[in-house]
């Protein structure tokens, strides 16, 4: 599985920006699919996950509301929809694929995510 993210930039403190994710094999549709970031200094972090159908996301607390993940299992493709930025949100954005077959859980530990993507940068200015 190769994941590839992209869609990061520059952007001022409330503004937007859309990360998308593509991956590679036909096995897409049944994996759980997450978002991580990782700031200057500090641990990777779990931002939000989506189910193997989207059916159910779950996201970390700091982007509830401001932040959706989707997905488009015909194009393969994972997103992250940012709204109303912060510059605490600056970071390098990965997706991760828990690549078990449909599982129910929606893990928020970097563990449970046995492929990466190689991360996008996003920088909120103020």
């Known amino acids: 599985v190769q994941l590839q993210a992209f869609g990061g930039g520059l952007v001022q403190a409330g503004g937007s920006l859309r990360l998308s994710c593509a991956a590679s094999g036909r096995a897409f549709s049944s994996y759980v699919m997450g978002w991580f970031r990782q700031a200057p200094g500090k641990e990777r972090e779990f931002v939000a996950g989506?189910?193997?159908?989207?059916?159910?996301?779950y996201y970390t607390d700091s982007v509830k509301g401001r932040f959706s993940i989707s997905r488009d299992n015909a194009k393969n493709t994972v997103a992250l929809q940012m709204n109303g930025l912060k510059p605490e949100d600056t970071a390098v954005y990965y997706c991760a694929a828990d690549t078990r077959f449909r599982a129910i859980v929606i893990f928020t530990m970097q563990s449970e995510y046995n492929y990466w993507g190689q991360g996008t940068l996003v920088t909120v200015s103020s």
């Open positions: 989506i189910s193997w159908n989207g059916g159910r996301t």
